[in-house]
């Protein structure tokens, strides 16, 4: 029980709120296009995230009750929201990977530290290591989740002069 709760604290540090909490402190801290790029690592990675999952059913190991209880409220209310509660259920890739290799991706191309790059990827991995372990992903799903980041942390810093001009 002691290891299932770390594991699902370490998971935390992959999850849409942490992350939206580092882009909030980065607007705040630096007065870079850094906080812009993060934002747009979020939103890519979650676009290709939800087509992937749209198109490879692979389900989750171990689904919680939750889980289960949104997909039968979504099948009840709506057929929209009955599909995008199957989507989300779907395990392949892993976002929260996604999120911190794409971090780690925006560190590496606006040529950050070599220390802080390292660390960022140490921390996907163990990440990753967690929602293994946790039944949330298999290698297959971390692997991806990891590639998206890195994919998506390279388009926003290309597409960030897009929105600049």
Do not use: C, W
């Not at 296009?33 to 890519?44: A, D, F, M, R």
């Not at 889980?67 to 892993?94: I, T, Y």
């Not at 990827?121 to 946790?134: E, N, S």
Request: hydrophobic letters at 60%.
């Amino acid at each position: 029980m002691i290891i299932k709760s770390f594991y699902s604290l370490v998971s935390l540090l992959g999850s849409s709120i942490v992350f939206l909490a580092l882009v909030v402190f980065s607007f705040l801290a630096f007065p870079t296009n850094i906080s812009l790029e993060l934002l747009l690592v979020l939103l890519i990675s979650s676009a290709l995230i939800f087509v992937l999952r749209i198109f490879f059913k692979g389900e989750r190991r171990k689904v919680k009750s939750f889980e289960r209880k949104m997909l039968r409220k979504g099948a009840d209310k709506s057929k929209v929201r009955a599909f995008l509660a199957r989507v989300e259920a779907r395990s392949f890739a892993s976002a929260h990977v996604a999120r911190l290799s794409g971090l780690g991706a925006v560190l590496f191309f606006n040529e950050f530290a070599l220390e802080a790059l390292l660390l960022v990827f140490v921390v996907a991995l163990v990440v990753g290591f967690a929602r293994v372990k946790l039944g949330r992903h298999n290698a297959l799903d971390v692997f991806t989740g990891f590639v998206i980041g890195v994919v998506s942390g390279y388009l926003a810093g290309q597409a960030l002069p897009l929105f600049s001009s």
